[in-house]
Each structure stands twice: as structure tokens, then as C-alpha cells.
């Protein structure tokens, strides 16, 4: 892990008091901007005088809260691949925080009228991109909320029927069947990751099924289900289609045939899904908080219908809380997310210049470590996630040797994640795999930030060195 912060004002807390982990920590650069942005940022923190004073107490208390956020990764850091982290787009994080000197609330137009216009506006942009026209669709606080929103449209819709999902989807999916009451099954996933469109034609001829939510970019492995074949059994069956693209959404601007390219079949027929989630604050450059669903029928509003006597008093229009299930949602979401819109436009240009950076970046590193035969990948990748692992004959091997390289990378400041997955399943993409453990672990790399694709060579030489 990088080096420990020297200046004491940013010694680590003990792990016991904090609950936090001792053994990470910021560079010491990085915590110390962190600090001095502290002192910056207070003074601005009101729209009623030109600056504000800030008591002793007052600078403690966010002197040391830049102290305790030293205890994190450095997630801005091209060194760190591990999660789907990245800091805000700076316009992003300043129209947040400008944004939020008003704090407008997005549940209703008294609220934040001018916010609520940009939910609108960029919402309408998401649903443009995504080829949804005439649809229905607001932010919501997560991916989480948003694929709630959607399984609830879809259980209110057909109350009795089942909801199907793939082994390959985020584990959102069973939670919340569980949390709305929905009957759910799933299906196995492929060798690629995709849902197992063979189980799924079969379960659907068995009938009973209301709902096929499929995944377009799945957490794992960046795997895109193929969507135009899950449609057309959708279709014949008559059954809802729901695609969570929280992570892959906006790869939807590569799907132009132009380069570098994501397969665009499956973006291409988003426009026969039934409802669509999409994260901003994955792909879309915005801090946390800002997800986004939308639904092709805009009839389905009629389902949120509540009484509201305390609010909606200021005009006749639909309102955004008349159409989510969450009440207050920060309207310096909308804000940012609209101003980030107005710099990086939805197009290949605009945001999708970020997009290709970082699928760059992914076939970059797939080809160079594909020049060494002593590591292999879970799969190719399809966006820009990429899980590779030695190539040793037993899963008790792979696993030991991506446990050791994941601590090794960590010391020497690299940041990767762990993969852990059915050995039988990996075998079937990798035969020599000895099944020796039900579970083996990978290491899975996202390269999110556009520094990675000039960094791809010496992320594959760093991996290889700590892997092999
Ligand atoms: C495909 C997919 N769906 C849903 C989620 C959950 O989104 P959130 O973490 O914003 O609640 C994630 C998160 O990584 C995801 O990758």
C-alpha cells in the first residue's frame, strides 16, 4: 500500500476505535490537498454573506475529518483499478456543491423548480441515448432504488408472476424481490457470464413468468447478456423485459460501429425493454447518489398515484415525487448531473470519449497480458473490466497465488479486486482447471479512469511480475 503519511496530523486512528482499516491510507500528498481544501471550501459554505466564519471547533471538526478520509484508497489515482470508484467529473462536483449553497429538494417543484427542469432535461438525454423515446423515467438516489422502482412496476403490474434473473446479475435483484414480495427464480450463466439463454427459452415455455430482467454490464466481468435474442424470447412469451445497465448504460455511446467499439446488438435493442436503469454516478461521472430508471410506457406513472396533502400545491404538472417512490432526493444531483451534460454531451465526442478511453484501455491490457502464457483471463473482455489469473492447473493454486499478488500489488501502491467464482464454471471456459475447491478467486481490474489506457502496458507488466 503507498507509503504512510509522516505528518502527524494524519496519523492513522486505531482500527479499534474507528472501525475503519489501519492498514490503508491515502499518499500523503493527497491527504495533505485533502486538509488544505478543508480550510478552502468551510468559508464558502453559504450563499448569505460573502464568506462564512468558521469557529475553532468548527475548523477541528473538518481538520479532522481530513484526517480520517486519509484512511481510504486513493480512488482518484490511476494506481487504483479495484471497484467501480472514481471521483466526480470536477464540473460534476462543483455544480454539486454550488447546488447545494440552495439544497433544492427534487421531490416536488416548490421544492427546486429549477433542479426539478434538469432531472427532466437530463433524464430526457439518458432516455435519448438509450433510444427509449415517450418514456417515463426520474433520477433516484442508486442503482439500487432505481432497479427497485422497476421490479415494483413490474410486480404491481402482474402481482402472482415470477421475475427471472441470471446467476450473472447484481445480487440487488433477489434482495429486492425479497423486499416487494415478488415470486423470483434464476438461471445459470454461461461460460461468457451471460444469462443461459437456453434455461431461459426453457423456463419461459414452462410459463408463469411475468418479468426476464436482464444485465448490460454485469458487476463481475463488464458481460453483456445479449439483449436483441432476450427481447425476441420476451416477446414470444409476452413477458416483461427489464435491463439493468447501472454500469454499462453509457457504453451505449461506442455502440455506433465506430472505434473502439462495445457489440452493439444488445445496445440496440434497448429500446424494446419494458424499463431501463442506468447509474450516473457509475459511467456518468457524478458523485454518489444518482441513479436513474426510466420505463418505455409513461402509463405505468398511474401506479405511483399517492395523496399528498402537504405538497404538489404549485402547479398542475405531474411532479417528479409523483413518480418515484423516494420522497426527498437532493436536487444538486440533478444539478451536477445536468451540468456535466452541458460540458460532455451524450455523444461519442462528449462523454463517450471517456467511455472509450477506458474500453481502450481494457483491450489494451487484455492483449498485452494475452502475449504471455503464463496468465489467463475469466473472459475477453466486453467493456472494460478484466479478470485475469494465472494459469495453474488447481483452483486452491489460482486462488493462493491471486491472494498473495492482490496483498504484493497492495504494498507496491497497485489496487486491484478479487474475483471469486464457481471453479466448475471457470473450468468450462478454461479445461485444465483442476476443480480441487468449489470457489476460486481472480483478480478483476476496472479501468474506469482515463489515465488507464496510456498506463495499460505497465498495469500487464505489474500484474504478470505479481501473478507469474
Ligand atoms: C449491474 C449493477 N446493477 C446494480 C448495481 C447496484 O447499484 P448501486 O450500487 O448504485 O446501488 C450495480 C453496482 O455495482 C451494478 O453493477
Not at 33 to 53: H, M
Request: glycine residues 8%; charged residues 20%; hydrophobic residues 40%.
Amino acid at each position: 500500500m503507498s507509503e504512510l503519511p509522516s505528518n502527524r496530523s494524519f496519523e492513522q486512528s486505531p482500527s479499534d476505535a474507528t472501525g475503519s482499516s489501519g492498514e490503508v491510507a491515502l499518499p500523503q500528498e493527497t491527504a495533505e490537498r485533502l486538509l488544505e481544501r478543508a480550510r478552502e471550501l468551510g468559508p464558502l459554505g453559504s450563499l448569505q454573506s460573502d464568506r462564512v466564519t468558521l469557529g475553532r471547533r468548527d475548523l477541528a471538526a473538518l481538520e479532522t475529518l481530513a484526517e480520517r478520509l486519509a484512511n481510504n484508497y486513493p480512488y482518484g489515482d490511476p494506481h487504483y483499478i479495484g471497484q467501480m470508484l472514481k471521483p466526480p467529473h470536477p464540473v460534476a462536483w462543483a455544480a454539486y456543491a454550488m447546488t447545494m449553497l440552495l439544497n433544492p429538494n427534487n421531490h416536488a417543484l416548490d421544492g427546486g423548480p429549477a433542479t426539478a427542469a434538469m432531472e427532466r432535461e437530463a433524464v430526457s438525454e439518458i432516455a435519448h441515448m438509450c433510444g427509449f423515446e415517450q418514456s417515463l423515467g426520474h433520477l433516484t438516489s442508486s442503482g439500487t432504488i432505481a432497479n427497485l422502482e422497476a421490479l415494483w412496476v413490474a410486480r404491481e403490474l402482474n402481482p402472482d408472476a415470477v421475475i427471472l434473473y441470471g446467476a450473472n446479475a447484481h445480487y440487488t435483484h433477489e434482495r429486492m424481490c425479497q423486499v416487494i414480495g415478488a415470486r423470483h427464480e434464476h438461471l445459470p450463466q454461461d461460460e461468457g457470464g451471460r444469462i443461459e439463454l437456453d434455461a431461459l427459452a426453457q423456463r419461459l415455455s414452462a410459463g408463469g413468468v411475468g418479468t426476464v430482467v436482464c444485465t448490460l454490464g454485469t458487476t463481475a466481468l463488464g458481460a453483456l447478456d445479449p439483449v436483441e435474442q432476450i427481447a425476441d424470447l420476451c416477446a414470444r412469451f409476452s413477458v416483461r423485459l427489464h435491463v439493468d445497465a447501472a454500469y454499462g448504460g453509457f457504453f451505449a455511446l461506442l455502440a455506433d460501429g465506430g472505434t473502439p467499439s462495445v457489440v452493439s446488438a444488445p445496445f440496440s435493442a434497448l429500446p424494446r425493454a419494458d424499463s431501463l436503469v442506468v447509474d450516473p454516478h457509475k459511467h456518468g461521472l457524478q458523485p454518489y447518489g444518482c441513479g436513474c430508471v426510466l420505463f418505455s410506457d409513461p402509463h405505468v406513472g398511474r401506479l405511483y398515484a399517492h395523496d399528498s396533502p402537504y405538497t404538489y400545491f404549485t402547479s398542475d404538472e405531474l411532479h417528479l415525487g409523483e413518480i418515484s417512490l423516494e420522497c426527498s432526493r437532493a436536487g444538486a444531483a440533478a444539478g451536477a448531473l445536468w451540468a456535466t451534460l452541458q460540458a460532455l454531451p451524450l455523444t461519442r465526442a462528449g462523454l463517450g470519449a471517456r467511455l472509450a478511453s477506458a474500453r481502450s484501455a481494457a483491450l489494451a491490457l487484455a492483449s498485452a497480458l494475452a502475449r504471455s502464457d503464463q496468465v489467463a483471463l475469466v473472459v475477453e473482455p466486453e467493456l472494460d473490466v478484466v479478470c485475469p489469473f494465472p494459469r495453474l492447473t488447481r483452483a486452491s493454486e489460482i486462488t493462493a497465488r491471486c491472494n498473495l499478488a492482490f496483498d504484493s500489488l497492495a504494498e507496491a501502491g497497485w489496487h486491484v479486486a478479487k474475483l471469486r467464482c464457481d471453479s466448475s464454471w471457470l473450468r468450462r471456459r478454461h479445461p485444465w482447471i483442476e476443480a480441487d475447491e468449489e470457489r476460486v478467486t481472480t483478480l478483476r481490474c476496472v479501468l474506469m479512469k482515463p489515465e488507464h489506457l496510456e498506463l495499460a502496458e505497465e498495469i500487464a507488466a505489474t500484474l504478470l511480475q505479481h501473478l507469474v
